[in-house]
């Protein structure tokens, strides 16, 4: 098969003045596409590399691709900017791997998601969404449980989530509030923090849909409530240990796969995701976000970390999620 690949490269000149630190936190390095091309390539199909933007829609118009792998994170700071290149292939009528237009969009927006997994009896931290100063201002935050974390609403790969992104008290959740709702153009979430361990958990296939791994994320420095942040992530290799399978009571284990089954149906994901908890001190598991398009990089990618402490090779997982979306389409294998 023409397997064409579609992503946003990581630019390579310094970013525009003004912009957050973490602004292009989720596109990808060349590493990570030139791995998932040698995989497409050695299980016998054609990769051809489509980017992103207005290059992919050069690219895929010129290369009319069978299937697309997409890991594209879409541009600029829209809400639904994940759905950019899957509403492309449906228009076109061309098959792609993961979720579509609708599911993408309402998982990059964390409140809607929550909304939604909520409804249906996942355990969730109660949050309020801010759009605007005056709205920060005249909130009434007496009732609400502290502490809180701040991030922005619709953004992915950690952006806004920082080591100082906890607040316990009214007047530093005001300020940090403040200062993301400038910073990332977009509303903010405050959400009720819960201490305990932090779990990711990745996930593969349709009917059925699999849970690959229960992963742990364990500071290797002793501190106060550890939040699994951007600064952490990039130097995980120093900052964390990574415990998979997850050594938690089976009963959590046994809720924790419940709860991500029953969101990944409620959301209409298709082919794979990773999704995040914090698991309080009573056992609950208090379901964070959902990520269907997880971080693919073949040596810092959670799901990637995750299911080689399981045995699996890069080439086992890319060709996992390849192969459901193959079947999706009943290409036949």
């Not at 292009?24 to 030139?34: G, K, L």
């Not at 979306?325 to 294998?333: E, K, P, S, T, V």
């Amino acid at each position: 098969m023409k397997i064409g690949l579609s992503y946003d490269i990581k630019p390579q000149v310094p970013q525009t003045e003004g912009l957050p630190a973490d602004e292009f936190e989720e596109y990808d390095s060349p590493e990570t596409i030139d791995a998932i091309v040698a995989v497409i390539n050695s299980a016998g199909h054609q990769a051809i590399k489509l980017g992103g933007g207005s290059d992919f829609l050069n690219c895929v118009m010129r290369e009319k691709p069978d299937l697309v792998f997409n890991i594209a994170e879409g541009l600029g700071n829209y809400r639904s900017r994940e759905a950019q290149v899957p509403s492309v292939l449906e228009m076109l009528g061309i098959p792609y791997s993961g979720s579509d237009p609708l599911t993408l969009s309402l998982c990059l927006e964390k409140s809607l998601t929550k909304q939604l997994v909520a409804a249906v009896g996942v355990d969730t931290p109660e949050w309020r969404i801010i759009n605007t100063i005056e709205e920060l201002e005249s909130c009434n935050w007496g009732s609400f449980p502290f502490p809180v974390f701040i991030k922005p609403v619709h953004e992915g790969s950690s952006k806004g989530i920082r080591n100082a992104s906890r607040a316990d008290d009214v007047p530093t959740l005001k300020k940090m509030v403040a200062q993301q709702l400038c910073l990332y153009a977009q509303p903010v979430m405050v959400e009720r923090f819960i201490p305990g361990d932090e779990v990711t958990v990745g996930l593969l296939g349709n009917d059925p849909t699999r849970v690959v791994g229960v992963m742990r994320v364990l500071p290797r420095h002793a501190g106060v409530d550890f939040v699994y942040s951007l600064e952490i992530k990039r130097n995980w290799q120093e900052m964390v240990q990574y415990e998979c399978p997850a050594v938690l009571d089976a009963a959590v284990l046994q809720k924790i796969e419940k709860s991500c089954l029953l969101a990944f149906k409620t959301l209409g994901i298709r082919d794979m995701a990773r999704m995040d908890f914090r698991v309080a001190g009573d056992g609950t598991p208090y379901f964070l976000e959902v990520n269907p398009l997880p971080g693919l990089n073949p040596m810092s990618g959670d799901l990637i970390i995750m299911t080689q402490a399981l045995g699996w090779s890069y080439e086992k997982l890319i060709n996992g999620i390849l192969n459901a979306a193959i079947r999706r389409y009943n290409f036949g294998l």
